[in-house]
Nanobody, 121 residues
Framework: QVQLVESGGGLVQAGGSLRLSCAAS??????MGWFRQAPGKDREFVAG????????AYADSVKGRFTSSRDNAKNTVYLQMNSLKPEDTAVYYC????????????????WGQGTQVTVSS
């Protein structure tokens, strides 16, 4: 069983930065995914990182602006978000699954509660 707690969301102006954190309890051999859901839209993949932290993937919409990393000593995964745009506004979730990340939300059995990110124009 894994429990995930996100933090770091907030309100920022376009072009600004935020760093989201996802603290995990329990085992660390989990791949982590970041997803987001805007009002009226489906939950979409943002970034994924395997449990070692050596393999990562990003959605095309955030590539070059967002960076995912992890510190297994702290059981924490981060999502650094730079050059934020109003269209990045959403509730952001971290999710965990064994070993390898997936771009499909259905493949993740463990989810955090979500944190709101709002980017003003």
């Amino acid at each position: 069983q894994v429990q995930l707690v996100e933090s770091g969301g907030g309100l920022v102006q376009a072009g600004g930065s935020l760093r989201l954190s996802c603290a995990a309890s329990g085992r660390t051999t989990y791949a982590m995914g970041w997803f987001r859901q805007a009002p009226g839209k489906d939950r979409e993949f943002v970034a994924g990182v395997d449990w070692i932290g050596s393999t990562m993937a990003y959605a095309d919409s955030v590539k070059g602006r967002f960076t995912s990393s992890r510190d297994n000593a702290k059981n924490t995964v981060y999502l650094q978000m730079n050059s934020l745009k109003p269209e990045d506004t959403a509730v952001y979730y971290c999710a965990a699954r064994r070993v390898l990340y997936s771009t499909s939300a259905d493949d993740y059995p463990y989810w955090g509660q979500g944190t709101q990110v709002t980017v003003s124009s």
